[in-house]
């Protein structure tokens, strides 16, 4: 026996069961192909802002007897703005069905990437000083529409998404189902095909590999014999690509069908095909290990930490100017202290902070701060506490050796004894280290007097680079004056 199928059963009227059953499932259906969804997806928020956005002007504007509101201003807006959200979402592959179906993370990307969208086009707005063409009233009841629709669309693409699933009712093609005898994803690989529409009308099996030629050929032969003159629409193929030679000698056969052949590829090989991969010259070049952001995203990081970095030493500058005046006068001694500091891929900065010892090590030994430590000036334990001595550090994000969200850097010394007390520490220079981190707003500031301490913060690091998105930066930087008012670990 090559092929698995169930025996045919009738009902009373003669009808054979299975043709009935697959009728009524026809009416069920929608006429959506699973394939569509994360189109449709990007369509539906491309709708949902435009129409926030109009309404918005008409809801502001309201008051207004003549008619202020500019449609065609409103309609602007809303390509500049669906234009940026969509793409954000895009990067982070939120339009997949998989991820559709995870609501909770949905919303919190879409809240995030509202608000990154908003911020990136406000900085883009006041750089080209066209701010004035935008009504500020119309722009925040957009933002706040705008965020409440998309996360009812959210709501209602779950559930219609995870309905349909359950229910069967996504249209696809009738297909036949060649796998081998002795893979263990077959009923898993069928189910998925069921689950997204495609209706399985015989599933084959293949011999095993390296086995007698005419058995293949006669499953090639019944297969070819089954789909010519039926409703059959496709053929799957659901095999381990090792035995490539052999997959491509039934794909050369089956040829003589006039219908698509497709590979789904399973087993352990098949992980290869989930990695990203780009052409190189003639050959197809595949990522074991991908960069943390592509030039979209690190051009967007670097835009983020340049407007926030610059708005901050602009609205902190009588307060830097305060304290670097009480620190000249507190005691002897330079007002920033200059050390080296470990970087992106290892290359070395000198970072600024605010003097607050009476000492400036910078070298093979250094001794790390505790508390009541009497190397501590009178303003410095204050400072310290507070953590306005990082402060200076926003010049090291505007020169570029370090960004608002990072690993924290540790001095040249510490770093390289690190290095050797915990295995995967290097990988934090994977990116440029931070004024704050996933680590710092968990609690892990301060010194680090033991192992697990350090590896804590590494542990933290690294999920932070493994998991890297810019939404995740702002939740960051929105936790980071909660942790500073707690003041954990800070002295």
Same mark, same amino acid.
């Not at 595949?286 to 690190?298: F, I």
């Not at 290892?346 to 250094?366: A, C, H």
């Given at each position: 026996?090559?092929?698995?199928?169930?025996?045919?059963?009738?009902?009373?009227?003669?009808?054979?069961?299975?043709?009935?059953?697959?009728?009524?499932?026809?009416?069920?259906?929608?006429?959506?192909?699973?394939?569509?969804?994360?189109?449709?997806?990007?369509?539906?928020?491309?709708?949902?802002?435009?129409?926030?956005?109009?309404?918005?002007?008409?809801?502001?504007?309201?008051?207004?007897?003549?008619?202020?509101?500019?449609?065609?201003?409103?309609?602007?807006?809303?390509?500049?703005?669906?234009?940026?959200?969509?793409?954000?979402?895009?990067?982070?592959?939120?339009?997949?069905?998989?991820?559709?179906?995870?609501?909770?993370?949905?919303?919190?990307?879409?809240?995030?990437?509202?608000?990154?969208?908003?911020?990136?086009?406000?900085?883009?707005?006041?750089?080209?000083?066209?701010?004035?063409?935008?009504?500020?009233?119309?722009?925040?009841?957009?933002?706040?529409?705008?965020?409440?629709?998309?996360?009812?669309?959210?709501?209602?693409?779950?559930?219609?998404?995870?309905?349909?699933?359950?229910?069967?009712?996504?249209?696809?093609?009738?297909?036949?189902?060649?796998?081998?005898?002795?893979?263990?994803?077959?009923?898993?690989?069928?189910?998925?095909?069921?689950?997204?529409?495609?209706?399985?009308?015989?599933?084959?099996?293949?011999?095993?590999?390296?086995?007698?030629?005419?058995?293949?050929?006669?499953?090639?032969?019944?297969?070819?014999?089954?789909?010519?003159?039926?409703?059959?629409?496709?053929?799957?193929?659901?095999?381990?690509?090792?035995?490539?030679? #052999? &997959?491509?000698? @039934?794909?050369?056969? !089956?040829?003589?069908?006039?219908?698509? %052949?497709?590979?789904? *590829?399973?087993?352990? $090989?098949?992980?290869?095909?989930?990695?990203?991969?780009?052409?190189?010259?003639?050959?197809?070049?595949?990522?074991?290990?991908?960069?943390?952001?592509?030039?979209?995203?690190?051009?967007?990081?670097?835009?983020?930490?340049?407007?926030?970095?610059?708005?901050?030493?602009?609205?902190?500058?009588?307060?830097?100017?305060?304290?670097?005046?009480?620190?000249?006068?507190?005691?002897?001694?330079?007002?920033?202290?200059?050390?080296?500091?470990?970087?992106?891929?290892?290359?070395?900065?000198?970072?600024?902070?605010?003097?607050?010892?009476?000492?400036?090590?910078?070298?093979?030994?250094?001794?790390?701060?505790?508390?009541?430590?009497?190397?501590?000036?009178?303003?410095?334990?204050?400072?310290?506490?507070?953590?306005?001595? #990082? &402060?200076?550090? @926003?010049?090291?994000? !505007?020169?570029?050796?370090?960004?608002? %969200?990072?690993?924290? *850097?540790?001095?040249? $010394?510490?770093?390289?004894?690190?290095?050797?007390?915990?295995?995967?520490?290097?990988?934090?220079?994977?990116?440029?280290?931070?004024?704050?981190?996933?680590?710092?707003?968990?609690?892990?500031?301060?010194?680090?007097?033991?192992?697990?301490?350090?590896?804590?913060?590494?542990?933290?690091?690294?999920?932070?680079?493994?998991?890297?998105?810019?939404?995740?930066?702002?939740?960051?930087?929105?936790?980071?004056?909660?942790?500073?008012?707690?003041?954990?670990?800070?002295?």
């Amino acid at each position: 026996m090559h092929y698995v199928d169930q025996p045919e059963t009738l009902d009373r009227n003669g009808m054979p069961a299975a043709v009935l059953a697959d009728r009524q499932a026809q009416r069920r259906k929608w006429p959506v192909h699973y394939a569509a969804v994360e189109p449709f997806a990007v369509a539906a928020d491309i709708v949902t802002i435009t129409v926030s956005s109009v309404l918005s002007g008409f809801v502001y504007h309201f008051q207004d007897a003549a008619g202020a509101n500019d449609v065609s201003k409103s309609v602007g807006l809303a390509i500049l703005v669906s234009a940026l959200f969509v793409s954000l979402m895009k990067i982070r592959g939120m339009y997949r069905p998989a991820e559709l179906l995870i609501l909770s993370r949905q919303i919190r990307a879409t809240c995030l990437t509202w608000i990154t969208a908003f911020l990136v086009l406000a900085g883009a707005l006041f750089a080209l000083k066209i701010g004035s063409e935008f009504s500020r009233g119309t722009s925040i009841v957009f933002a706040s529409l705008g965020l409440a629709a998309l996360v009812v669309n959210r709501r209602i693409t779950e559930y219609l998404l995870a309905k349909g699933l359950a229910e069967k009712r996504f249209s696809g093609r009738n297909v036949v189902l060649i796998t081998d005898q002795t893979s263990k994803d077959n009923a898993v690989l069928t189910q998925a095909l069921i689950d997204t529409g495609f209706r399985v009308k015989r599933h084959f099996l293949l011999p095993d590999p390296g086995s007698d030629p005419a058995q293949r050929q006669h499953v090639v032969a019944s297969v070819i014999d089954y789909v010519r003159g039926s409703d059959i629409e496709e053929i799957v193929v659901g095999a381990s690509p090792d035995p490539w030679s #052999e &997959l491509r000698t @039934l794909g050369a056969e !089956l040829r003589v069908l006039p219908f698509p %052949v497709s590979f789904v *590829p399973v087993g352990a $090989a098949a992980e290869l095909f989930k990695r990203p991969r780009h052409d190189l010259g003639s050959a197809v070049c595949v990522e074991l290990h991908r960069g943390l952001m592509s030039p979209l995203e690190h051009a967007t990081k670097r835009l983020m930490d340049l407007m926030l970095a610059g708005a901050a030493l602009t609205l902190l500058s009588p307060l830097l100017l305060l304290v670097a005046v009480a620190i000249k006068l507190d005691s002897a001694g330079p007002v920033l202290f200059r050390q080296q500091r470990c970087g992106f891929n290892g290359r070395s900065f000198q970072i600024f902070k605010f003097r607050t010892m009476s000492v400036l090590e910078d070298g093979p030994s250094i001794v790390q701060a505790r508390i009541g430590d009497s190397r501590f000036t009178r303003l410095g334990a204050w400072l310290r506490r507070t953590s306005i001595d #990082e &402060l200076p550090q @926003l010049l090291n994000v !505007l020169n570029g050796s370090m960004s608002l %969200v990072g690993p924290r *850097p540790h001095a040249l $010394a510490h770093d390289n004894e690190f290095d050797k007390l915990v295995r995967n520490y290097a990988f934090r220079r994977r990116v440029k280290p931070g004024l704050t981190g996933w680590a710092q707003v968990h609690g892990c500031r301060g010194p680090t007097p033991t192992r697990a301490s350090i590896e804590q913060r590494v542990e933290f690091d690294l999920w932070y680079i493994d998991n890297w998105s810019l939404s995740l930066d702002i939740a960051i930087l929105l936790r980071t004056p909660i942790e500073l008012i707690r003041g954990n670990n800070a002295y």
